[in-house]
DNA sequence: GTTGAAAGACCTAGTGA
DNA sequence: TCACTAGGTCTTTCAAC
């Protein structure tokens, strides 16, 4: 197995436990893992303290929510100072339909994944919040015909 | 406000709340939204029977658990047949390093959200596991520079 | 749908081994 | 690291509005 400094055998099954269900007691995980429940909990509040642990999200079901459609953007600049980079990323965060922007390698400069209600609220978006910003050189969308997998855990 | 079909403005302001804090104990979210203790335990009771919070999980700081570098792969199939696609999908799934995998309409068939601990462990991933799936026509991989927003909260 | 109250489960910190 | 303890907090249920 893989090692990560300062973890050992049980932080590493705490974590992989508590990324798939963090709504496991201390006690469910105790004796999963044949640990004393003041073992489990010394352990989680060190990994959290420590940061290993950011932090507790709900995950909701997009489709009952009204985001049936997810898009990714890439974006290209017609300008790479650190300047128009920073402009970009301050002005494209605020975007509540903006859920991640990445800076990327290749031949674009920004990944961007957008959820909105369905195309016509996404053309919207396209048309009077993104392309609106200063700079932009190209953006090419791609949509999410069907999830495969949708993990938030990282492999360990 | 935009409303949802079955949701109440109490409900849309849990679902928010939770999205960004599932530690938030419901006598906390009581507070916030004014109501008692009961009715928000009725609440979220109700939300997560009917399917709108899918299931609550830690996020952990991928740069302290050794997996820096996620890349973005965007895979193109040789043929789209549905056993072909079914296929890529049965296989391409089973990988870890696989965080998502997503169906996509335009240039390429799949993108895959991948998480490994260098670029040499990607090249080792590429090489020795997705390269040798049937029926790929090309892999064009990008690589995240850093990390501008980063959510798992839809807009509500 | 909402409420307050009551009982039970769990968390948390402490001790000593 | 563990077992045990005890106090405090939260969850969960329920009768009543």
Same sequence: chains 1, 2.
Avoid: W
């Amino acid at each position: 197995m893989m090692t990560i400094t300062g973890l050992d055998a049980t932080d590493i099954e705490i974590l992989k436990l508590l990324q798939k269900d963090a709504l496991l007691t201390n006690k469910e995980i105790s004796f999963k893992l044949r640990k004393s429940i003041a073992t489990i909990h010394e352990r989680i509040r060190r990994l959290k303290e420590q940061g290993y642990i950011n932090r507790v999200v709900a995950l909701l079901d997009r489709t009952k929510i009204d985001k049936s459609l997810i898009a990714f953007s890439q974006v290209l600049l017609n300008g790479h100072t650190a300047n128009t980079l920073y402009q970009f990323e301050q002005e494209v965060v605020k975007f509540p339909e903006v859920m991640e922007c990445f800076q990327m390698t290749g031949t674009f400069d920004f990944l961007l994944r957008i959820a909105t209600r369905d195309m016509d609220a996404y053309h919207h978006f396209y048309r009077n919040k993104l392309a609106t910003l200063p700079n932009i050189t190209s953006i090419q969308s791609f949509f999410v015909l069907s999830e495969t997998k949708s993990d938030t855990a990282y492999p360990l």
